[in-house]
């Protein structure tokens, strides 16, 4: 039996959602509005988007990521080159209302196949993809609050209590170390409420494998930590957990990666964002810290390396003209990877046994983090 104070929160947590809900549900509704007030004025109805051109992409140095500057496109009935991407803006965003109001979910895959139902024609999923990101830089809102989310590929272990929104599941609590092989972070997780925690540190690792590994050594217990895999680079789910986790729990967030160029760049996504993501502000941890594997690490641990591809060495280039590179720790490890042209993984320190990376190298990075 729940107490009375447990009823009046999941009471509180219910008006929640539902404001939300009713907040997407109206702003869909003034977008629809106003198409409908251009073809009784006898226009040509239009959308005005956010251009996502490289030249309008910039990085605000006081949010700490990649933002739209003020351009904007118009996408017009008028213009039949444009008529076909108008009309499934148009679908897409009449679908989004249906999921929203239903609390229904959808996955990508599941938006393209859904199309065809209505005699809305994309040519491939990409496409439809691209769609749906129009339809965020419309409305500067996620994909996640339409209720369309990708496959799910990262997963959560922990002392974290959550309790459910979703329809069927209100109310009903679950605490992420109840399964040694963790949870996926999917739109039931991401969506639920934060209750509470005795962690005192969230650890992002990139592999599965260390996932795994950071369970059955007890690195939860251990460190105080939640351990979240993001499955290479992160999901925005998984972002978007992290950056919960960090705002609502005042959990700190280190980043564990592989030694290379993709792995820095995975940490620096988790911390900054995307320039594809440019038009979206819920998806970064500003304050969250890239801990290793360092290309400095490869030196200090003696790691057994592997060589650096073209591909590898002209992505260091590429990101070196990044302005998120240009100074710090993100600059020194991209300087070295370039010298060393040597890349590790998180696996190499089983070299010095299967527990040295959370016996020996992880509890030195998190005292470094401290200072970082």
Not at 309 to 329: A, F
């Amino acid at each position: 039996m729940k107490t009375n104070k447990e009823k009046t929160k999941i009471k509180e947590r219910s008006k929640k959602a539902d404001a939300k809900q009713k907040n997407i549900l109206e702003m869909l509704k003034s977008h629809g509005a106003k198409i409908y007030d251009e073809l009784d004025n006898g226009q040509f109805p239009k959308f005005s988007i956010p251009s996502r051109s490289v030249s309008n992409i910039v990085y605000d140095k006081k949010l700490r990521q990649y933002i739209l500057g003020s351009n904007a496109a118009i996408r017009s009935s008028r213009n039949s080159s444009q008529l076909r991407s108008f009309t499934q803006l148009m679908w897409l965003a009449f679908f989004a209302n249906r999921l929203t109001k239903e609390k229904k979910s959808s996955t990508l895959r599941d938006v393209y196949y859904s199309s065809q139902a209505f005699a809305i024609e994309f040519e491939d999923q990409s496409e439809s993809d691209n769609i749906i990101v129009d339809l965020e830089a419309v409305t500067s809102k996620p994909r996640e609050d339409f209720h369309i989310f990708p496959e799910e590929r990262s997963s959560i272990f922990g002392d974290l209590n959550i309790e459910y929104t979703i329809p069927g599941y209100e109310g009903k609590t679950m605490n992420l170390s109840n399964h040694p092989d963790g949870y996926s972070i999917g739109p039931s997780l991401t969506t639920a409420e934060l209750v509470d925690t005795s962690a005192e540190i969230v650890i992002a690792i990139e592999k599965g494998g260390l996932f795994t590994r950071f369970v059955e050594e007890q690195v939860d217990k251990k460190f105080k930590s939640i351990i979240i895999n993001t499955g290479g680079q992160a999901p925005r789910s998984t972002r978007t957990l992290l950056k919960r986790l960090h705002e609502e729990m005042n959990l700190p967030v280190i980043v564990l990666t592989d030694g290379d160029v993709y792995g820095e760049h995975i940490a620096m996504v988790i911390k900054s964002g995307s320039a594809n993501a440019a038009h979206l502000r819920e998806l970064t941890v500003p304050d969250a810290k890239w801990v290793g594997v360092w290309a400095t690490d490869i030196e200090k641990y003696k790691l057994p390396t592997i060589p650096m591809t073209e591909s590898d060495i002209k992505r260091c280039y590429d990101l070196k003209k990044d302005p998120r590179y240009e100074d710090g720790i993100w600059k020194k490890e991209l300087d070295v990877f370039l010298r060393l042209k040597r890349k590790a993984e998180l696996e190499a320190f089983s070299k010095y046994g299967l527990t040295n990376i959370t016996e020996k190298y992880l509890p030195q990075k998190l005292e470094l983090a401290k200072s970082l």
